[in-house]
């Protein structure tokens, strides 16, 4: 499974990327809105897990929508230490509060891989 972590803190970043890898997922990672946003026409992914506050123009939320455009069913993990708006639920999506154990974000992408549309 292909996992894209948008994540502006880069020592965030580094420890969940690392735990996802040790955990057998195969990882890309953006930085900031725009980034991710590019993958979208790129590379698949299976799993979104993005932080909402993010600098620049596009936070999370616009992120999670505009994958959904092209892939619906995509699921997506959010985190937030702090987001100026209330979280709204989604479909297929979880909500995790920072800070977190990058192993909680590992937890989280196999609680939604072992839903029956990957099986």
């Given at each position: 499974m292909r996992v894209l972590l948008v994540e502006d803190d880069p020592l965030?970043?580094?420890f969940v990327v690392e735990a996802l890898q040790e955990?057998?997922?195969d990882v890309i990672h953006a930085s900031n809105g725009c980034e991710a946003l590019a993958w979208q026409d790129r590379q698949a992914v299976d799993v979104l897990v993005t932080d909402i506050k993010l600098p620049g123009p596009i936070d999370g939320w616009q992120i999670a929508?505009?994958?959904?455009?092209?892939?619906p069913l995509l699921p997506v993990i959010y985190a937030t230490g702090?987001?100026?708006?209330?979280?709204?639920p989604v479909a297929g999506s979880v909500l995790l509060q920072k800070p977190f154990h990058p192993e909680e974000v590992v937890r989280a992408v196999k609680h939604l891989?072992?839903?029956p549309l990957f099986r």
């Open positions: 965030i970043r580094e955990a057998g997922f929508e505009g994958f959904r455009l092209h892939n702090f987001s100026p708006v209330a979280p709204r891989a072992d839903r």
